[in-house]
């Protein structure tokens, strides 16, 4: 147990999740139980950004004697995640021989992982699987602790179950961690946070672990269709100037922000590299001017493969 | 045009439809509310508690940390006892927190602020401590602030003025003055920077404005020291006749640590001191105290020669380090075995105490954050010296920076880095507007009707990345309005000229430029973005709030009447979650030749009062997978599983949601509906 070195030199945790979280609320617990247990506490975090979904890390250090408040890369005991993509971000501060790395699968998609609008694209979040990284850290856990506090019957005791993995790292006694979480969390759900965080502890130590080789809990999946190639040169925009009275619909309600009107009022493909080949100046224009056309479309309508699997494309219908 | 497509409730329809509008659900009391003197935290003779997240941490990290498992406040339930051996009493403390303890330890009587990363915990710490004590307030900007506080020193008090480095920057015109006058009760100056910009728009080094004013600072290494230098600070202050600045970083600043606590000392105030020859400044006057500053200044290094505030830690003579600050900590912890000098301020610098030190070591380092301060002056004193070779000029310093350099120049073995463990590059994961934020319609609809965008300084500068990309330029503070001042007179711009600038921000330094564009009668559009509240820094009041930094009532400016009082022809308020009246209200006004002022008005969603209402669904069947309701950056908003023509359909989260509705206005196909679920 790491506790037991705490003496010689710091213990190093670093809490990491996304703005929002309580990654701030994890933090302050562990302090709080390390300077019950006597020792010198240094927590470290940068806010300011931490609500407003950014990237969120927070340094505890406890010890007989601890001097930087940052942890230095490479020394972090133990990485706790409470979200998939920002372990990944963070797994170069663990400490390489011994560092425990305990994640939360849980992943948050952020909106700019939606840019890229091709069709066919998939959501621009990371795609290592925990299999593939488990094996190759020294100590590796991943937990779906949403999926385990909902099971417990109250979802938002998550952060507590995290906080029960982490105990199992550390060793402090776990009726010390409970005396400390009851006292953060609201008096009528100390009993949940209790079953949540022995919940924690039986899923590392009984290795009651999710299936690893499954993509992570996913809240926006990503399957994949089957046209990788961006189709930006084979969409065809065309517009029958005479139709087009100027009215700047198209230009306004364009997603990609593409369409402008020239010189004589008539709506104009202005950016080709941004079309994405939406089609919804085509569907909205009063004048049904503008047809909107690519590559793939075509193979579409003429029957030869469908971008997408046809039982996932209600839109056809319309 | 509207964006608004038929068969979608407006917001005004849901309003009367059953209860759609976004309801509070929760109020966190502001820290610093219905706090009468003598309260648990602070009656240090009476009880022996520590606080981990109490009334002082509550101000800010209450915010930050998990609605899920924290509905309780934080007030009411970490207050439990410490070991207390002696007279010692030991609290966990951030840097701000300290910093505030210190002051008020130090008998400050009066204080003032404007808001600023990371510096803003200082006033709200100080605002928890009995009012009796302690006048502390928000000004309208830090050279209010620092005004405050030097008014208060000319009437023979303890002042602090605290502020972030660029807030330095705006109450400099005083500072400079002041530091030829001189103080009466002692005033001290509690100033943040930045390294690493975490949060802010550049990354100065407020050292150098110290050395420019001639003013001492002191640069504590930890909380615990942050709260003695600040009794130091105030010592000094009165005993040199000079201002005093404390500089602290982001990192000490954020960090908690244990810090032995003191009692509160009384100061008598004294009596006001009619000096005109000190305290009017006027060429004949300034001349005189000018030569002044210079002795000042020797007469203070002299002080911070003393051993206790340039100690030494024995060491291996191979290596010196000179240090001050919170590098001091890292290199503890990098090099714990070298003799180190460990100054506690970078101006004055003691430089015999410096000299008999580089001449006591075989090589001497200094390691200090951002600019050669301290490296300079040693160079300057004849000695060979490494310092910006081994860590660099720019960004945070860390313990595996200042490591690598030392590996650099050989006073340590190589750093030898494993190999990855995931090859992938990090996910991109910016800040962003939150999910119903009032300030998405307002970057929406310039965007759309190809506004030349000045932005300011706020939570909508985010406005300017992905996918609302909707602000050109971002300054300073207030900057936005004068910059479109000088965009329309340069006469180059084809597009419509608008000027962003948030509630706060307007206050802090937008009203005279407001004036500037009415007086030369400018062709631009105005928009202030009052969302109600400084939100960027944590929801702090302003003087549009109707309360103060203590949460009482306090009169409120009629942002419409202020600005009609410029002479402002074309004035009008909005509800930006109207998105329809938005984009038609804005046309008018780009129309409006002249100043045209848009106030979009809608309380932010976080503070004072977090908003959450029932939330929007997609009714997938009709989603066409546009990806327009997407390009308000939402943070609710994503993809879903389904497909239509090869583009993902969208999906709304309902936990994240609050309901206000933009989204469904700017849906084309009308599939984005209240949730049947949530009319509870």
């Keep these: 147990m790491l506790v037991n070195r705490a003496d010689s030199r710091p213990i190093n945790v670093l809490v990491v999740g996304v703005g929002g979280q309580g990654v701030i609320m994890v933090s302050k617990v562990l302090a709080q139980l390390c300077l019950e247990q006597g020792y010198e506490v240094k927590q470290s975090e940068v806010h300011g950004m931490a609500k407003r979904g950014g990237s969120v890390f927070s340094h505890i250090r406890f010890g007989a004697r601890v001097w930087s408040p940052t942890i230095p890369e490479g020394e972090a005991d133990v990485l706790l995640a409470m979200e998939w993509a920002e372990g990944l971000r963070w797994l170069p501060s663990l400490e390489p021989e011994r560092g425990i790395f305990i994640a939360d699968t849980r992943r948050i998609v ?20 925990p299999d593939e990284v488990l094996d190759r850290v020294a100590g590796g856990y991943a937990i779906d602790a949403t999926r385990e506090a909902e099971a417990l019957g109250n979802g938002r005791a998550a952060n507590t179950v995290l906080l029960g993995a982490l105990s199992t790292a550390l060793g402090f006694p776990a009726e010390d961690w409970l005396a400390v979480i009851s006292r953060f969390v609201p008096s009528k759900t100390i009993e949940t946070n209790r079953q949540a965080f022995h919940r924690g502890r039986t899923v590392i130590e009984a290795g009651d672990l999710p299936d690893l080789s499954a993509p992570p809990a996913a809240p926006a999946a990503a399957a994949p269709v089957a046209t990788a190639t961006p189709a930006t040169d084979r969409v065809t925009w065309r517009i029958e100037p005479s139709w087009c009275k100027g009215c700047n619909v198209c230009v306004t309600i364009c997603p990609e922000r593409c369409l402008a009107l020239d010189q004589r009022k008539v709506a104009v493909l202005a950016a080709p590299d941004a079309c994405t080949g939406c089609r919804l100046c085509e569907y909205l224009c009063p004048d049904l001017a503008i047809t909107v056309s690519d590559g793939a479309l075509s193979v579409a309508i003429e029957g030869a493969a469908s971008p997408q699997p046809a039982a996932a494309d209600p839109g056809s219908r319309r | 045009m509207s964006t608004r497509r038929r068969g979608l409730p407006s917001r005004r329809e849901t309003d009367q439809d059953d209860g759609q509008r976004p309801r509070v659900t929760r109020w966190r009391r502001p820290a610093h509310e219905g706090r009468a003197g003598g309260n648990v935290e602070h009656n240090t003779t009476d009880t022996d508690t520590v606080i981990l997240a109490g009334r002082a941490a509550a101000a800010t990290e209450d915010r930050t940390i998990d609605d899920r498992s924290d509905d309780r406040s934080a007030d009411d339930v970490v207050v439990r006892p410490v070991s207390r051996t002696a007279d010692r009493t030991v609290r966990p403390l951030t840097g701000n927190e300290a910093i505030a303890r210190g002051a008020w330890e130090a008998g400050v009587r009066v204080a003032a602020a404007y808001p600023g990363t990371p510096s803003t915990e200082i006033l709200e710490a100080l605002a928890t401590y009995p009012a009796d004590d302690v006048h502390a307030q928000w000004s309208t900007n830090e050279k209010v602030a620092l005004d405050v506080a030097i008014g208060a020193s000319f009437s023979g008090v303890r002042a ?4 972030k480095h660029v807030g330095l920057n705006v109450a400099a015109d005083a500072l400079m003055s002041m530091t030829y006058i001189g103080v009466n009760g002692g005033l001290v100056l509690a100033v943040c920077d930045d390294p690493g910009i975490h949060s802010s728009q550049n990354e100065q080094d407020s050292r150098l404005v110290a050395r420019l004013g001639n003013i001492p600072c002191l640069e504590p290494t930890d909380a615990g020291e ?20 404390v500089r602290a970083t982001t990192r000490l600043s954020h960090t908690r640590s244990l810090v032995e606590i003191g009692e509160r000392h009384e100061v008598a105030p004294k009596p006001f001191v009619e000096d005109r020859r000190k305290n009017v400044m006027i060429p004949g006057h300034a001349r005189a105290r000018h030569p002044l500053l210079l002795e000042r200044e020797a007469a203070v290094a002299a002080r911070l020669a003393e051993p206790d505030l340039a100690r030494i830690d024995e060491g291996e003579r191979t290596v010196g380090v000179i240090t001050v600050g919170l590098p001091y900590a890292y290199v503890k912890e990098v090099l714990p075995t070298a003799r180190v000098l460990k100054l506690a301020a970078s101006y004055p610098l003691p430089e015999d105490r410096i000299a008999a030190f580089c001449r006591s070591v075989e090589r001497v380092v200094v390691v200090e954050e951002l600019e050669p301060v301290i490296e300079d002056t040693v160079r300057r004193l004849g000695f060979a010296v490494e310092g910006k070779a081994v860590v660099p000029r720019v ?6 920076r200042l490591r690598h350099g030392l590996a650099e120049i050989g006073v340590l073995g190589p750093v030898t880095r494993p190999a990855p463990v995931v090859e992938a590059a990090p996910l991109v994961r910016p800040p962003v507007l939150c999910a119903g934020c009032p300030h998405t319609t307002s970057y929406f609809a310039l965007r759309a009707l190809g506004a030349r965008v000045a932005g300011d300084i706020g939570c909508y500068t985010l406005a300017t990345i992905e996918p609302l990309r909707a602000i050109d330029t971002c300054v300073s503070m207030g900057s936005s309005i004068a910059n479109a001042v000088g965009m329309a007179k340069a006469g180059q711009e084809t597009r419509p000229i608008v000027a962003t600038i948030g509630d706060s921000t307007f206050l802090h330094a937008g009203i005279p430029p407001l004036i500037d564009a009415v007086y030369n009668s400018t062709d631009i559009t105005v928009m202030i973005l009052d969302n109600q509240i400084t939100a960027m ?26 600005v009609r009082s410029t002479g402002v022809a074309w004035v009008r308020q909005i509800d930006p979650y109207d998105v329809g009246g938005l984009f038609r209200t804005l046309r008018e006004a780009i129309a409006h030749r002249g100043v045209s002022v848009v106030i979009a008005n809608r309380p932010c969603v976080l503070d004072p009062v977090k908003i959450k209402g029932p939330p929007l669904e997609v009714r997938e069947d009709d989603c066409i997978a546009c990806q ?14 389904g497909w239509h023509d090869g583009h993902h359909k969208v999906r709304i989260d309902a936990e994240s949601c609050i309901g206000c509705t933009i989204c469904a206005q700017v849906c084309v196909a009308g599939c984005i509906v209240p949730t049947k679920t949530a009319a509870h």
């Excluded at chain 1, 939606?114 to 290592?128: K, L, M, Q, V």
Aim: aromatic share 8%; glycine share 10%.
């Design chain 2, 160 to 163: 602090l003025c605290a502020m």
């Design chain 1, 110 to 129: 952020p909106p700019f992982a939606f840019r890229n609008r091709r069709r066919g694209a998939d959501p621009a979040y990371i795609t290592t699987r």
């Design chain 2, 537 to 562: 820094t944590g929801g702090q009041d302003h003087p549009g709030t109707g309360r103060t930094l203590r949460g009482e009532p306090a009169p409120k400016v009629d942002f419409e009447a202020l």
């Design chain 2, 628 to 641: 327009s309701c997407m390009n308000l950056g939402c943070p609710a908003i994503g993809w879903s599983d």
């Design chain 2, 226 to 245: 942050a709260r003695a230098f600040m009794h130091l600070a105030f010592e000094l202050s009165e005993r040199f006749d000079t201002p005093v600045i």
């Design chain 2, 395 to 400: 960004g945070e310093l860390s313990p595996e």
